[in-house]
């Protein structure tokens, strides 16, 4: 019996027990990368790919919308294939649609890659919305196994639950997720989804190099991270989460941990240098930002700034764990301007300072459990407008990031410890509360799914969730305005004109000075003019707009058009008052002034009043010959 022992012994060394054979070493087994995620974890994330398409599949149908026109309809760049590449990688990344680099928003934008695949996808198939939404949903589901493969690296070392386990519960959690529906179903989203997976795949890889000490492994996290950066910048906070993440996953030291984390700060550099040698700048160009859709804290104090930001937080927070209710739309003031002593401020900074605390200890303490909220706080801090102003007060797919790390803290709660206390319905306790999570996000994302299938829907949503918000009210007004515009003349169309210029108003009221605003309060009461042909009601409309913005082109050319058209004496009166009194004397915009007045010359070349205000005009802007002209004219008449 003893004899039989030690043969089973000596066998498991991978040495014979017949002396009269030489002793052969076994084959020695490739490293394999532990955890080992074999045949039954890959057949696990095909659960991903088609969850994501389960509650995606109806976009598939779905139009371009939003900023889909900046990145693909109307894009120079894309719109040429394979042609448009070079510009795409060279160039800002709106010079495509704005025909030139121009600093709408701080720090400008260079994100090339997600572009370049709507260029490939141009190529082949030309504008057809529905590949770019299969490529979405497709890419998005792929995210959902990086995910998968990296909580599984890093929490499991021995699965006894085929799904029961953090890294699949994590990452089903985080696929049926309804604050990602914008990224996903928005087709401009890319940027988000190609950012996450590739970082996540850098951060797969660089845990390779980790385990094998093999430079092609640090080789390829940084190629990969770099693609990450070139999708969007947020995967520049990776310069934060690799080191954490091998220093209390791995137990290494903090010098090797710092170590790990060489190839996505080396990609960051190469990003950062590209990205300067083509924007020309890192964060701020030569002029200020003055626009209140490009820079929402324009009119804020710094007090009334971060006050507000930290409400953003705590609905960044909030709509991480109970997603309810969604916009795509939070512009100014869909938030409003807080200051401290507010506790709706106050009681955020608080809360968030405890959890920053916490996530610091948490990672010296190399505790695994914590680590998704050391993950959430560092993902978040670029999109947060504390670092960096992102333009607006906040946006749910900025969080597309982030909320991996609320996620993973759910998971870790469900099946590290809710299910293993001791009384006796833990467990069921805990499959149940997990089965409710996914199955209501999953509900909830297919019931939000459908508002973006057409601007009207999608902006119907987000005023009725942010009534405050200028862009959602003034986006409103436009859907209406270019879904009945062409319509014949009807008591439906006149209706809907009416709401149009309704939405176009409380716009207005939250930013007066609003371009879209204005213009669609402008071209809303030119389709009403149809229906009563009250010309005073029209130009009382157009005076209000031109006192808010007398650049609006729109308004001058359908002056043109009622110069050609109504030859009355209410628009010589008008211009008189408009370029005259108004923005002559009460405005002193001269520029403006002598446009109206002109145009009022042209109408009736014969009225006194207009030659009047012309040579005044003219003489205070230091144009003498000009005024003597009218001044000559005067007297002649």
């Known amino acids: 019996m003893a004899k039989r022992k030690y043969q089973k012994s000596k066998r498991k060394q991978g040495v014979t027990t017949t002396p009269q054979k030489k002793i052969k ?31 995606y599949a109806a976009s598939i149908s779905f139009g371009y919308i939003l900023d889909d026109v900046i990145v693909i309809n109307d894009n ?97 959690i985080y696929v049926a997720h309804p604050i990602h529906t914008e990224a996903v179903a928005n087709i401009k989203g890319r940027d988000e989804i190609m950012a996450m997976g590739l970082a996540l795949w850098g951060s797969i890889m660089t845990l390779k190099w980790e385990q094998f000490s093999k430079l092609k492994y640090a080789g390829y996290a940084f190629i990969i991270f770099l693609l990450g950066l070139l999708a969007k910048e947020n995967t520049i906070t990776f310069c934060a989460i690799v080191p954490a993440m091998v220093y209390v996953f791995r137990k290494s030291s903090i010098t090797k941990s710092l170590k790990m984390a060489l190839p996505v700060i080396a990609a960051s550099i190469v990003y950062l240098i590209i990205r300067y040698a083509v924007v020309g700048y890192f964060l701020n160009s030569e002029s200020e930002i003055t626009d209140l859709m490009n820079n929402a804290f324009v009119e804020m104090s710094g007090s009334e700034k971060y006050a507000t930001i930290s409400f953003t937080l705590w609905k960044y927070l909030s709509l991480s764990i109970f997603p ?62 504390v670092v960096v102003n992102v333009g607006t007060l906040m946006n749910e797919r900025f969080i597309f990031m982030a909320s991996a790390g609320i996620c993973l803290l759910m998971a870790v709660f469900l099946v590290r410890y809710l299910s293993n206390q001791k009384f006796k319905y833990s467990n069921i306790l805990a499959y149940s509360l997990a089965a409710l999570i996914v199955i209501g996000y999953s509900v909830k994302t297919i019931m939000r799914v459908p508002d973006w299938s057409d601007p009207l829907t999608l902006n119907k949503s987000a005023v009725k969730v942010n009534p405050g918000s200028a862009r959602a009210n003034s986006f409103m007004s436009t859907a209406l305005y270019n879904k009945y515009k062409d319509a014949p003349l009807s008591d439906e169309k006149k209706q809907q004109m009416l709401l149009a210029s309704f939405y176009a108003k409380q716009a207005i009221k939250v930013h007066p000075n609003y371009k879209n605003a204005n213009l669609m309060r402008a071209g809303v009461a030119a389709e009403l003019f149809k229906f009563d042909n009250d010309l005073n009601k029209l130009l009382e409309v157009f005076k209000e707009v031109i006192s808010r913005r007398p650049d609006l082109s729109y308004v001058q050319q359908y002056m043109d058009y009622l110069n050609d058209n109504w030859p009355s004496g209410e628009l010589t009166n008008f211009y008189y008052d408009v370029g005259y009194n108004m923005l002559f004397k009460e405005q002193r915009k001269l520029g403006p002034a002598l446009l109206y007045l002109n145009k009022g010359y042209e109408h009736q070349a014969s009225s006194s009043k207009i030659i009047q205000a012309l040579a005044e005009a003219y003489e205070a802007v230091g144009n003498q010959a000009e005024a003597n002209k009218y001044f000559q004219l005067l007297q002649d008449n």
């Open 25 to 55: 070493k076994s084959k020695a087994s490739k490293p394999t990368f532990y955890p080992t995620f074999g045949k039954s974890e890959w057949i696990n994330s095909m659960v991903f790919i088609v969850l994501a398409f389960a509650i």
């Open 324 to 385: 309810h209710p969604l916009a795509h739309d939070y512009y100014p003031y869909a938030i409003p301007i807080l200051n401290w002593a507010n506790l709706k401020a106050f009681l955020p900074a608080l809360l968030y300072t405890g959890l920053g605390v916490t996530a610091l200890v948490a990672v010296f303490r190399r505790s695994k459990n914590l680590f998704g909220l050391w993950f959430y706080l560092v993902t978040l801090s670029i999109v947060s407008n």
């Open 76 to 172: 120079s760049f894309t719109t040429r294939g394979f042609a448009g590449l070079a510009d795409i990688f060279s160039k800002e990344s709106f010079a495509g649609y704005f025909g030139e680099q121009r600093n709408l928003v701080q720090g400008a934008r260079y994100r090339p890659l997600s572009i370049a695949t709507f260029a490939i996808e141009h190529q082949f198939f030309g504008q057809n919305p529905g590949i770019s939404h299969f490529i979405n949903i497709l890419m998005y589901g792929l995210t959902g196994i990086a995910l998968y493969f990296l909580f599984h690296v890093l929490y499991q070392k021995k699965s006894s639950h085929r799904f029961w386990n953090v890294a699949f519960i994590a990452a089903l």
